[in-house]
């Protein structure tokens, strides 16, 4: 089975950084996808690891340590926009299929 | 951009009843999935399928079945609908990929069932 924790709820101020972890346990463990979702809204795709390292795209960066089982998101100069849960999802092969177990969900709230 | 659209954003079905949610994606992705979503729970995967006319069970697939007749389109049916399955479902459609791709699933609107 998987296993994926994650805060429940983090709070930061506009224009500062956070980071949201993200520690999973798995077997066939074949990448590690960060969405966001905004309330009442689908989860849209964030980002993508799969080898270990820090993976950047603009103010948003990931990063994945497969001996730890242990990924982290990286949300630069925040906007009020940022809040919103963000889900950390692992994606594993079993049984010949490659299927998306996702954590709860981390709910942040930025604040001016 | 990949579109998701699942056929209704609200619904309220009576105990008892067969419930049908439908899914259509344009993207002539192969992959397609149904999903809850439950606070403090957060999402679980009720059934997937890879193809036309084959489905796989997720990690909850008592209660439901699904239909995959043609590629855009993935249907969940609550044979016999339960108050406790009052939930927000969410469909989603991937590309199929090799072992280490990138590619995302693309998630619908979402379906705010209501069982009273």
């Known amino acids: 089975g998987q296993n994926i924790d994650q805060p429940t709820e983090m709070t930061a101020t506009e224009g500062a950084i956070v980071q949201i972890n993200c520690t999973y346990q798995?077997?066939?463990?074949?990448?590690l996808f960060w969405y966001q979702q905004h309330a009442g809204e689908a989860p849209t795709f964030l980002s993508y690891n799969v080898l270990d390292g820090l993976e950047e795209k603009g103010r948003f960066s990931s990063f994945l340590s497969r001996s730890k089982g242990y990924s982290y998101l990286l949300l630069k100069e925040l906007q009020m926009k940022d809040s919103a849960s963000y889900l950390c999802a692992v994606r594993a092969v079993n049984s010949g299929y490659s299927t998306l177990t996702f954590g709860k969900g981390t709910m942040l709230l930025v604040s001016p | 951009d990949v579109k998701v659209t699942q056929s209704s954003r609200y619904l309220v079905k009576r105990t008892g009843e067969k419930v049908f949610l439908e899914c259509v994606q344009d993207?002539?992705?192969?992959?397609m999935f149904w999903y809850r979503q439950d606070p403090g729970l957060g999402l679980r995967l009720i059934y997937f399928s890879y193809d036309v006319k084959m489905k796989e069970k997720g990690d909850i697939p008592e209660g439901y079945s699904v239909s995959r007749e043609k590629k855009e389109r993935f249907s969940l049916i609550l044979e016999s609908a339960s108050t406790n399955q009052t939930s927000m479902y969410l469909c989603?459609?991937?590309?199929?990929?090799?072992?280490?791709?990138?590619?995302?699933?693309?998630f619908g609107d979402g379906t705010r069932l209501s069982i009273l």
């Open positions: 993207m002539d992705h192969e992959n």
């Open positions: 989603a459609s991937s590309r199929q990929v090799g072992v280490y791709s990138n590619q995302p699933q693309h």
């Open positions: 798995t077997s066939g463990f074949n990448g």
